[in-house]
């Protein structure tokens, strides 16, 4: 398997333009999970699915941001209106279901390194 | 809730000396814990899991941890440091009764040659 895609692997854009960001899960796996990663805050959670349903979003930190996952194979990230704050690498992760007590891991995708001017 | 600590933003190794990534963790119930590396510059990569099966967790790359209920550690070992171990290294834990994950805010490693 490829592993999770993401892409681009880089954008650069201007204050106030729309920026969407996609991935691709690994086959098969339930959840899929969207980070972003900066150097005041680490890594935070973003939103996840679950079976291509919005579970838990309480970590977009604005109503600029809004995420989709149209089908098992793919989910965007789109931020619109883009602000220099976002600058950010967001990472998209994905994981097969829960089952009783065994975690399954998270595998990540090398991330988008986004950066709003 | 579910947290854990780093306790070292940095940490300074010489090549073949050993390794030590101190983690403690913060929750009410038999926690599912993780450490992850992340070269610079790429994304993070799974070193070891650990989920109330053996307390020595081994992963990749000749690292280990070892889950120790008594002092809510998990620290991450390795006897003998390469200069390809030069990397950001994150704790992390499972919610409980969610499918998400709590990061620590990060250690890097430095080798020296």
């Known amino acids: 398997d490829a592993g999770v895609i993401q892409s681009p692997r880089h954008e650069v854009t201007e204050m106030g333009q729309e920026v969407t960001l996609r991935c691709k899960p690994i086959?098969?796996?339930?959840?899929l999970f969207w980070y972003r990663q900066t150097m005041m805050r680490g890594l935070e959670l973003l939103i996840y699915?679950?079976?291509?349903?919005?579970?838990?979003d309480s970590g977009m930190p604005e109503d600029r941001f809004s995420a989709k996952m149209p089908n098992a194979s793919f989910s965007t990230l789109k931020i619109q209106p883009s602000e220099p704050r976002d600058s950010a690498v967001y990472f998209c992760?994905?994981?097969?279901?829960?089952?009783?007590?065994?975690?399954?891991?998270?595998?990540f995708g090398p991330g988008t390194r986004l950066l709003v001017l | 809730a579910q947290s854990v600590t780093q306790l070292d933003s940095h940490v300074s190794v010489s090549e073949g000396t050993p390794v030590l990534l101190r983690c403690n963790y913060s929750?009410?119930?038999?926690?599912?814990l993780f450490w992850y590396v992340q070269h610079p510059n790429k994304g993070l990569q799974l070193l070891l899991k650990?989920?109330?099966?053996?307390?020595l967790v081994k992963g990749i790359n000749g690292f280990e941890a070892e889950f120790k209920k008594s002092e809510t550690s998990f620290h991450l070992t390795k006897p003998s440091a390469h200069m390809s171990d030069a990397a950001e290294y994150f704790c992390?834990?499972?919610?409980?009764?969610?499918?998400?994950?709590?990061f620590g805010t990060g250690t890097r490693l430095t080798v020296i040659p």
């Open positions: 699915f679950n079976n291509n349903v919005p579970i838990d």
């Open positions: 650990y989920t109330s099966a053996a307390t």
């Open positions: 992390v834990v499972l919610k409980t009764g969610a499918n998400n994950l709590f």
């Open positions: 992760a994905s994981s097969f279901a829960l089952t009783g007590s065994f975690q399954e891991t998270q595998y």
């Open positions: 929750s009410s119930y038999s926690p599912s």
């Open positions: 086959s098969g796996h339930d959840y």
